[in-house]
């Protein structure tokens, strides 16, 4: 079975944009599994402070839900990196050669559709937040354009590593669907 590091070398080629592309994903990968445990730490902290030493909590569980929406949204790059999205793929095993490939294409094309409409909105979104001063209505009071910047990022980034999937497929460095030809 082949190492993440090869997987990734034989869908980027030589190319160094696609190279590039895919070290940003990993980046946003790490960064997210940072904030899964960062959460796991806080939410830890929290059980003690509420069942150990019977205080309250002001920011913490705020801070996980963020933590984790934003892990989530940070994280969408590197499982596409690494095709851990889930799919069907009866249709690209049934299909063979340029009919597979213009299948590839489509999908790619459509999801990038996709996704460019939702980073639009969650800019625009995000904008708002930033522009307008919100807050939380919580105790804590955190200025939202913070957490909301994920969903922008996120979606953004997300796009840029759809963008060199197909990038990948159209000029032949990586197989549609990472299927090999039988």
């Given at each position: 079975?082949?190492?993440?590091?090869?997987?990734?070398?034989?869908?980027?080629?030589?190319?160094p944009?696609?190279?590039?592309?895919?070290?940003?994903?990993?980046?946003?990968?790490?960064?997210?599994?940072?904030?899964?445990?960062a959460?796991?730490?806080?939410?830890?902290?929290?059980i003690?402070?509420?069942?150990?030493?019977?205080?309250?909590?002001?920011?913490?569980?705020?801070?996980?839900?963020?933590?984790?929406?934003?892990?989530?949204?940070?994280?969408?790059?590197?499982?596409?990196?690494?095709?851990?999205?889930?799919?069907?793929?009866?249709?690209?095993?049934?299909?063979?050669?340029?009919?597979?490939?213009?299948?590839?294409?489509?999908?790619?094309?459509?999801?990038?559709?996709?996704?460019?409409?939702?980073?639009?909105?969650?800019?625009?979104?995000?904008?708002?937040?930033?522009?307008?001063?919100?807050?939380?209505?919580?105790?804590?009071?955190?200025?939202?354009?913070?957490?909301?910047?994920?969903m922008?990022?996120?979606?953004?980034?997300?796009?840029?590593?759809?963008?060199?999937?197909?990038?990948?497929?159209?000029?032949?460095?990586?197989?549609?669907?990472?299927?090999?030809?039988?």
């Amino acid at each position: 079975m082949a190492t993440q590091s090869s997987a990734s070398a034989a869908r980027t080629g030589k190319n160094p944009i696609l190279r590039a592309i895919a070290a940003l994903s990993t980046v946003c990968g790490w960064t997210a599994a940072l904030m899964i445990l960062a959460s796991v730490l806080i939410t830890c902290q929290m059980i003690f402070i509420r069942f150990v030493l019977g205080e309250s909590t002001i920011w913490q569980t705020e801070a996980v839900i963020y933590l984790m929406i934003s892990a989530t949204l940070l994280g969408l790059p590197y499982v596409q990196l690494l095709r851990g999205h889930v799919n069907v793929d009866l249709l690209p095993i049934w299909a063979r050669g340029n009919i597979r490939k213009g299948l590839a294409i489509l999908v790619l094309a459509t999801t990038i559709a996709v996704i460019g409409v939702m980073t639009f909105y969650a800019y625009e979104m995000w904008h708002f937040a930033w522009k307008r001063g919100w807050k939380s209505e919580t105790v804590w009071a955190v200025r939202l354009w913070i957490p909301y910047l994920a969903m922008p990022l996120g979606f953004g980034l997300y796009l840029l590593q759809l963008s060199a999937d197909l990038m990948a497929v159209v000029f032949g460095i990586d197989k549609p669907f990472g299927l090999e030809e039988n």
